[in-house]
């Protein structure tokens, strides 16, 4: 299995601003995949981060409202940008179960919970 | 486009009892993974069990077991010897087989279970 570490675990933002979560994996994973979960409902992808390439959105995401970093095999960030009261959710971040190995499994961090006052 | 539905919004159950939480879904593929997660109120994305869609034989771990009907696209989830420690949301989830990679995960809307004294 993987061992992921999230942060922050939870905050409290002020609408307008923006918040950077970070995602640091103990093992080099290809494919890292942010969801987001709105309260009382299911999880839904915000995009996938593959390394060295352009995070690919889902219809209804983009990248000015949520950029996405993947500088290394073991780390993402997702910045929740301009923030208004409809971003507050719990954001988690998903790996594979490695790199080169078919990515049966999903792993999920702790998750983020955002409110946006 | 996959889906994945969850009939059973809340389910409760006692202690030591059997229950069984009901999905279905819906594709075209042939080669698919399906997964139950489990999300305590702590918020964490546990994996309980997951079922290669290749194999006919049932998954199972301990007091989790499925019942997989490829043809009916039907995937249930049965606890025995429920434990309080069981409470939480149940999510039911679909990921196509991708050669060498992972996949998004589609999930269904989650049934509350609760396990009573």
């Known amino acids: 299995s993987a061992v992921i570490s999230q942060k922050p675990s939870r905050d409290i933002c002020q609408r307008g601003t923006s918040l950077t979560i970070q995602c640091q994996v103990d093992?080099?994973?290809?494919?890292m995949f942010w969801y987001r979960q709105q309260p009382g409902q299911s999880l839904t992808l915000i995009a996938t981060?593959?390394?060295?390439?352009?995070?690919?959105?889902e219809s209804g995401f983009v990248i000015d409202k949520f950029p996405i970093s993947r500088p290394n095999l073991t780390f993402s960030t997702l910045t929740v940008s301009n923030m208004s009261p409809e971003d507050s959710s719990i954001y988690l971040c998903?790996?594979?179960?490695?790199?080169?190995?078919?990515?049966?499994?999903?792993?999920f961090g702790s998750g983020t919970q955002l409110s946006v006052l | 486009a996959q889906t994945v539905t969850q009939s059973q919004p809340e389910m409760s159950v006692q202690e030591a009892e059997t229950v069984t939480l009901s999905c279905t879904y819906d594709?075209?593929?042939?080669?698919?993974?399906l997964f139950w997660y489990k999300q305590p109120p702590s918020r964490q994305m546990i994996l309980v069990i997951r079922?290669?869609?290749?194999?006919?034989q049932n998954a199972t771990e301990n007091r989790f077991s499925v019942n997989f009907q490829k043809a009916a696209k039907s995937f249930s989830l049965k606890i025995s010897d429920s434990q309080l420690g069981d409470t939480a949301m149940y999510f039911c989830?679909?990921?196509?087989?991708?050669?060498?990679?992972?996949?998004?995960?589609?999930f269904g809307k989650g049934t509350k279970l609760t396990v009573n004294p």
């Open positions: 998903s790996v594979g179960a490695g790199q080169g190995i078919a990515g049966e499994k999903l792993f």
């Open positions: 093992s080099q994973v290809t494919m």
């Open positions: 981060a593959n390394q060295g390439s352009e995070a690919t959105y």
């Open positions: 594709t075209s593929e042939n080669n698919y993974y």
């Open positions: 079922q290669e869609a290749y194999k006919q």
């Open positions: 989830a679909f990921m196509k087989h991708v050669q060498g990679g992972s996949e998004k995960l589609v």
